[in-house]
């Protein structure tokens, strides 16, 4: 199984600011030229939300202070300015291989 | 507007099983796949596995087979997924999820179905 490991486990951002969260798998996800690394954001009591796709994709409907980069094993989700409601925890997941695996989440506070 | 929504909420005894279920509406039933994901509480998501509403396919996360069984029914466009023997390690809030062949994404997720195992 693909291993995705995430740091920090937390962080706490001021307003304005940028949240830099990592997602490391444990082998590439990349096939065909395409690196598949998505990223959802999670409020409590909420289904996970897809804001990123295939690493970089902006999903419809999502603001474009998010942003995702990497490709490989090595992949970051870019939250900037940092806004009140961007308080969640964040997750990245690998669709390249079965079985789909997540990782263990990020917890982004506001200071 | 594409919607899943699941059943309620269930306890359930150890050992007894229980069907969850997840009715799609706004979009063509058979054209995506519907994927199962598991959120024990406070951690983070584990994928069940999947099936092609077009022909019944299935595909398992080794660590679920023999635990849950997904199906379908056709007509009234609602994946199914039966969980059996269950134990407290099954506590745990299941998502249904909207996906499109493989290597894919998850933009549509149910509300979330909260399953508790408590004699």
């Known amino acids: 199984d693909i291993v995705l490991t995430q740091s920090p486990a937390s962080l706490a951002v001021s307003l304005g600011q940028r949240a830099t969260i990592s997602c490391k798998a444990s082998q590439s996800v990349d096939y065909d030229g395409d690196s598949y690394m998505n990223w959802y954001q999670q409020k409590p009591g909420q289904p996970p939300k897809l804001l990123i796709y295939?690493?970089?994709n902006l999903e419809s409907g999502i603001p474009a202070r998010f942003s995702g980069s990497g490709s490989g094993t090595d992949f970051t989700l870019n939250i900037h300015p940092v806004e009140e409601e961007d308080a969640a925890t964040y997750y990245c997941?690998?669709?390249?291989?079965?079985?789909?695996?997540f990782g263990a989440g990020t917890k982004l506070e506001l200071k | 507007e594409i919607q899943l929504q699941q059943s309620g909420p269930e306890l359930v005894k150890p050992g007894a099983s229980v069907k969850v279920s997840c009715k799609a509406s706004g979009y063509s039933f058979t054209d995506y796949n519907m994927y199962w994901v598991k959120q024990s509480h406070g951690k983070s998501l584990e994928w069940i596995g999947y099936?092609?509403?077009?022909?019944?396919?299935?595909s398992y996360n080794q660590k679920f087979k023999g635990k849950a069984t997904l199906t379908v029914d056709k007509s009234s466009s609602t994946a199914f997924m039966h969980l059996n023997s269950l134990t407290s390690e099954d506590s745990a809030v299941y998502y249904c999820?909207?996906?499109?062949?493989?290597?894919?994404?998850?933009?549509?997720w149910g509300q979330g179905t909260l399953v508790t195992v408590s004699a």
């Open positions: 295939a690493a970089s």
């Open positions: 099936i092609d509403p077009y022909n019944g396919g299935t």
């Open positions: 997941q690998q669709s390249n291989e079965d079985p789909l695996t």
């Open positions: 999820a909207r996906g499109l062949g493989r290597r894919t994404w998850f933009a549509y």
